[in-house]
């Protein structure tokens, strides 16, 4: 059995907790399919929480298609757990289809991301607000210094993640992860080098620009400000895979 790090959860309901940290490994990759996870014994002690709440957390996760729950045998990671949207990425498919599936892809972001970061203006607190803000700077210091999407791509993955796990809805961040991973940074790369109508500067630039606009509204407890930054950077993106495909 693979090493998988958990450690005492942060202070949301206990359950939400348990869940959130589980389907972490599970995204992660560091609990990988059809793995056995750790005994409710182990999971007690090491979590530090009670055996009725990692019982509901593991139900919640079977309902979410992340684990199954075997009678007699243990809990196991689904072998399905991380194909629940579809590939956009393929090869194999027309452009008019890979357009289509990526704008509906952005779409169903929107309508988790605009919820996210609107709660977590709501929920956030001095130490999230500056851990998110270390994520930020992160982020933003990787873009410029390499203008490489995919060299960025890890803090910019945590930016959002984080944002949803201050939602305070422990289902929101493995929502988002498999939408995220749903589109490689690759193709998404070597699209950007083939805009002919807007500098990759100044798509960065924008990039960064509303990505700040997220934060200063979470960071300010501006519920309706966060929403409406995270729709314009959904409306931004939409606008870049228009691109992508006309160029």
Do not use: W
């Amino acid at each position: 059995m693979s090493e998988a790090g958990f450690r005492p959860p942060r202070k949301v309901t206990l359950v939400e907790a348990v869940v959130e940290q589980i389907a972490d490994q599970i995204q992660s990759g560091k609990l990988k399919p059809g793995e056995r996870l750790p005994s409710e014994r182990k999971l007690i002690d090491t979590m530090q929480v009670g055996r009725s709440s990692v019982r509901e957390a593991l139900q919640g996760l079977a309902m979410m298609g992340l684990v199954e729950i075997r009678p007699g045998q243990g809990t196991f990671v689904s072998r399905g757990a991380r194909v629940l949207v579809p590939e956009v990425g393929r090869a194999d498919l027309s452009a008019g289809l890979r357009r289509e599936m990526r704008l509906s892809l952005c779409d169903a972001r929107r309508f988790i991301e605009s919820e996210t970061a609107k709660r977590a203006a709501i929920h956030a607190d001095d130490v999230s607000i500056a851990h998110l803000g270390s994520i930020l700077e992160t982020y933003c210091l990787l873009a410029r210094q390499t203008h490489d999407l995919e060299a960025a791509n890890v803090p910019h993955h945590s930016f959002h993640i984080e944002i949803a796990r201050m939602s305070e809805n422990a289902f929101f961040a493995p929502m988002l992860d498999m939408l995220l991973h749903s589109v490689p940074q690759s193709l998404r790369r070597g699209e950007l080098v083939g805009f002919e109508s807007t500098p990759v500067d100044e798509i960065f630039d924008e990039e960064l620009a509303i990505h700040r606009r997220i934060f200063d509204a979470i960071a300010s407890h501006d519920p309706d400000a966060a929403a409406l930054a995270m729709d314009r950077h959904m409306a931004f993106e939409e606008r870049l895979i228009n691109l992508a495909f006309e160029s």
